[in-house]
């Protein structure tokens, strides 16, 4: 099992991004999947969540400017970033609790990072 991130790049100020997060691999189910940041030089952060029934929980920084959503036919979770500001500035971590074909447990997978910068 494996979570693939992608949608990072450089944006201006006020400017949107768009970030997916598709897991692969022998999974029987996806419960809870999220998405973290590390801004430089500080530890990383809860952005945003959602659950299996797509409940979703934003952290105060980002709430009215960022969108959490989820395909499960996909296996994917995406993050929709409107209103960039360069305090946003992080490498995102994706995650997920997924548990495999053939067990009774779920695990906590993280995707491989991706690179935002906001600046003009």
């Known amino acids: 099992v494996q979570l693939q991130a992608s949608g990072g790049g450089l944006v201006q100020p006020g400017g949107s991004l768009r970030l997916s997060c598709a897991a692969s691999?022998?999974?029987?189910?996806?419960?809870?999947m999220g998405w973290y940041r590390q801004p430089p030089g500080k530890q990383r952060e809860l952005v945003a969540s959602?659950?299996?029934?797509?409940?979703?929980n934003y952290a105060d920084s980002v709430k009215g400017r960022f969108t959490i959503s989820r395909d499960n036919a996909k296996n994917t979770v995406y993050l929709q970033m409107n209103s960039l500001k360069p305090e946003d500035t992080a490498v995102y971590y994706c995650?997920?609790?997924?548990?495999?074909?053939?067990?009774?447990?779920?695990?906590?997978?993280w995707g491989q990072g991706t690179q935002v910068t906001v600046s003009s």
């Open positions: 995650n997920a609790y997924i548990r495999k074909n053939g067990s009774f447990l779920s695990s906590l997978y």
């Open positions: 959602i659950t299996s029934g797509g409940t979703t």
């Open positions: 691999g022998s999974i029987s189910r996806i419960n809870d």
